[in-house]
C-alpha cells in the first residue's frame, strides 16, 4: 500500500509541476508575486534602516537629558 501511495504522489507531483511550469498564466503569477515580495523586502529594509538611526538617536538625547538631570539633582539644583 506504501509502494502504491508513493507511485501515486510521484505521479501526481510530476502532473502538477508539469502542468504549472507549461502554464502561461502561472508564470505572469509568479512574475508579479516575485516583483512584489522583491518590492517589500526593499521598502521593509529601508523602514528598518530608518528606524534603527531614529531609535538610535533617541536613546542618546535620551541618555545625555538623564545625565544632565542627574547632576542637577546632585548639585542641589532643580531638575
Do not use: C, W
Not at 7 to 17: F, I, K, P, Q, R
Not at 19 to 35: D, E, M, V
Not at 58 to 71: H, N, S, Y
Request: charged share 25%.
Amino acid at each position: 500500500m506504501a509502494f502504491f501511495q508513493r507511485v501515486m504522489n510521484y505521479v501526481l507531483n510530476e502532473v502538477v509541476v508539469n502542468t504549472l511550469a507549461n502554464s502561461k498564466t502561472f508564470q505572469k503569477f509568479a512574475i508579479r508575486s516575485n516583483a512584489l515580495v522583491s518590492d517589500v523586502a526593499k521598502k521593509t529594509t529601508v523602514h528598518h534602516q530608518t528606524v534603527t538611526e531614529k531609535s538610535t538617536e533617541f536613546v542618546k538625547a535620551f541618555r545625555e537629558e538623564m545625565t544632565k538631570g542627574l547632576k542637577d539633582i546632585h548639585k542641589g539644583g532643580r531638575p
